[in-house]
């Protein structure tokens, strides 16, 4: 792999982490460095870091509020 490649990946923990998990990206990158930006979008679809991702998590914390919220006012409606 090339010398570039190999510090960028270094730079970043989260990078790092996903070429030790997902060996083939490895070879991918040694054949064709330009696949770079494909492996950084592979790699925060792996972490769950897109931007769907953080609106699904977002819904569900205000669905979870949602239902605390009718769970408290059922028990003081009942008292």
């Known amino acids: 792999m090339r010398k570039?490649?190999?510090?960028?990946i270094e730079q970043n923990q989260e990078l790092r982490n996903f070429i030790r998990e997902q060996p083939h990206w490895y070879?991918?990158?040694s054949r064709n460095p330009m696949d770079l930006q494909a492996f950084e979008i592979a790699s925060l679809h792996?972490?769950?870091?897109?931007?769907?991702?953080?609106v699904e998590k977002f819904n569900n914390g205000v669905q979870m509020?949602?239902?605390m919220m009718g769970m408290f006012?059922?028990?003081n409606?009942?008292?």
């Open 27 to 29: 070879r991918k990158l």
């Open 46 to 54: 792996y972490h769950r870091k897109t931007i769907p991702h953080h």
């Open 73 to 75: 006012q059922a028990m």
């Open 4 to 8: 570039e490649v190999i510090e960028y």
């Open 77 to 79: 409606s009942q008292t």
């Open 65 to 67: 509020a949602s239902m």
